[in-house]
């Protein structure tokens, strides 16, 4: 069973603060990872990818991967009240194909009090 | 402006009865997933299409039926055969490059 792996949570952070959010996957052949972020009643919204081991950083994210020990998380610097929302880990293993068919984590609910 | 468009936002079905949700892209992308997202938890794969008449059976696809007659269209049929189909459904393509995006969903509830 390809299984994706995240703390639901909550994880509570003040404003300012830095969010660690975790996620790790069973399937060694998975080559794409990504970060979703979904308020309540939307629909996801992608926030980062990264395929290489290392960090890859855009804004106040940056993705961390290791293919290694089969762990990816997403750190968010300078939390604000707007970073409250379910952080989903997404992975892809279609071996470079159907990158749309992904394999979801439950979810980690963020929430950065003021 | 282009997008994801999923219709009807809200959706009731009453026990027994097929019900079809509709996704339409303007994007121009060749492959459309339908994903199920229950109350606190990730989104699980239905059915998926790469090509035109052409579709595969993601992880739960029991209890539903989908076509792919035109590239734009990617509809999903929630048979009777469903049991428990309360959820919200998302709709989603991706770019051929890397990841997928998704519609605004529709949310089924079964009374």
């Known amino acids: 069973q390809k299984e994706v792996e995240q703390n639901s949570g909550p994880l509570s952070v003040p404003e300012g603060a830095i969010a660690s959010l975790n996620c790790t996957y069973s399937?060694?052949?998975?080559?794409?990872f990504f970060w979703y972020r979904q308020y309540s009643g939307k629909s996801p919204e992608l926030i980062m990818f990264?395929?290489?081991?290392g960090d890859k950083e855009d804004g106040r994210f940056t993705a961390q991967l290791n293919k290694a020990s089969q762990y990816v998380s997403l750190l968010i610097r300078d939390s604000q009240p707007s970073d409250s929302a379910t952080y989903l880990c997404?992975?892809?293993?279609?071996?470079?194909?159907?990158?749309?068919?992904?394999?979801f984590g439950q979810g980690t609910i963020l929430t950065v009090h003021p | 402006d282009g997008g994801i468009t999923q219709s009807p936002k809200y959706l009731f079905r009453k026990e027994g009865q097929n019900v079809t949700l509709s996704c339409e892209q303007n994007?121009?992308?060749?492959?459309m997933y339908w994903y199920r997202q229950d109350p606190g938890q990730g989104l699980r794969l239905i059915y998926y299409?790469?090509?035109?008449?052409?579709?595969q059976k993601g992880d739960i696809a029991e209890g539903y039926s989908v076509s792919r007659e035109k590239k734009e269209s990617f509809p999903l049929t929630v048979t009777s055969a469903q049991k428990n189909p309360t959820a919200f459904y998302l709709c989603?393509?991706?770019?051929?490059?890397?990841?997928?995006?998704f519609g605004q969903g529709t949310r089924l509830t079964v009374v």
């Open positions: 399937d060694r052949g998975s080559q794409s």
């Open positions: 990264i395929y290489s081991n």
């Open positions: 997404a992975v892809n293993n279609a071996g470079g194909t159907s990158y749309g068919k992904l394999t």
């Open positions: 989603a393509t991706e770019t051929g490059v890397a990841e997928a995006f």
């Open positions: 994007l121009n992308h060749d492959a």
């Open positions: 299409s790469q090509i035109v008449n052409d579709f």
